[in-house]
């Protein structure tokens, strides 16, 4: 499965993004889509994720901020980022799993000024 991220800018703090992530192929095939940012000079991290059942989770620091979401007739999987933060800086990556294996889309980058 081939994954296409966009949605990244430059936001002020406290302002709100949508990232979308389009895979080539139906959601319903893909065990579980995550979204992962990595900021410069750290590791990459899970943000969220949502399983082909649909229950989600989020890492601690986005919950209440973040939600993902799946569009199965699109092949589209969302992160709707409000409330945003300078922390939440970084490339920003969609993941796939399945299982012939696990795939990652190319990055986009979300820059939060204060």
């Known amino acids: 499965v081939q994954l296409q991220a966009s949605g990244g800018g430059l936001v002020q703090a406290g302002g709100s993004l949508r990232l979308s992530c389009a895979a080539s192929r139906s959601t319903f095939s893909i065990n579980a889509i995550a979204w992962y940012r990595q900021a410069p000079g750290k590791r990459r991290e899970m943000v969220a994720g949502v399983l082909s059942g649909g229950i989600t989770n989020y890492r601690d620091s986005v919950k209440g901020r973040f939600t993902i979401s799946r569009d199965n007739a699109k092949n589209t999987v969302y992160l709707q980022m409000n409330s945003l933060k300078p922390e939440d800086t970084a490339v920003y990556y969609c993941?796939?799993?399945?299982?012939?294996?696990?795939?990652w889309g190319q990055g986009t980058l979300v820059t939060v000024s204060s």
């Open positions: 993941n796939a799993v399945m299982p012939t294996g696990q795939f």
